[in-house]
């Protein structure tokens, strides 16, 4: 069963929950999934995968990606780091179920999580990396409304080429939240 924390049109953004451990296992060592995140030259065990999953639920940060179509889970995204003093937050998102690649789940997974971390965290700027191979996670993220802010120049080096990791951001005023403020327009009694 899961819980439905933000709705999309096409999505659903459910806390995380350790008994899709197996199932997010594949996605974390399949070569095509993990090509563009830090995860590519790890190999994770079931076992190590339920021990992840269960300290980050701990955190309440972390959701699963749930197709509405098929009710399943595609993938997962949450907030890597989060600084309430000073109002930001990273993000980070992966679709692991290679059906749902290049069909738009993403983009709005990730404005999902942009609309909680902006307007329920009151966040003021929310923040991700990307390598500059990652050619479809950069056009998703620019979707969004993320712009490039910085990069590290040759910060990986894979397929014996080097690539730069490109920092991108997105500031509150530059996001239209299409879900929490409409829920909170709903429920405002007109005086």
Not at 21 to 49: F, M, P, Q, Y
Not at 164 to 189: G, H, T, Y
Request: glycine content about 8%; charged content about 25%; aromatic content about 8%.
């Amino acid at each position: 069963m899961n819980i439905k924390k933000m709705i999309g049109e096409k999505v659903i953004l459910s806390p995380l929950d350790s008994r899709e451990a197996e199932r997010l296992v594949h996605w974390v060592n399949d070569l095509e999934v993990t090509l563009g995140t830090t995860l590519v030259a790890s190999n994770i065990t079931l076992e190590k995968e339920s021990e992840i999953l269960k300290q980050m639920e701990q955190g309440g940060r972390d959701f699963l990606i749930i197709a509405r179509d098929s009710k399943q889970t595609i993938g997962t995204c949450g907030i890597t780091n989060w600084d309430p003093v000073n109002q930001w937050a990273s993000v980070g998102i992966m679709i692991g179920d290679r059906n749902y690649h290049n069909q738009g789940c993403g983009s709005e997974a990730l404005s999902l999580l942009c609309d909680y971390s902006l307007n329920l965290l009151n966040c003021h700027s929310v923040r991700l990396e990307v390598y500059s191979y990652n050619l479809p996670a950069i056009a998703c993220y620019k979707k969004v409304g993320f712009e490039e802010c910085g990069r590290y120049h040759q910060a990986k080096k894979i397929g014996g080429q080097w690539y730069d990791c490109i920092q991108m951001e997105l500031f509150a005023e530059q996001f239209e939240s299409r879900w929490v403020k409409p829920a909170l327009s709903r429920r405002q009694v007109k005086a």
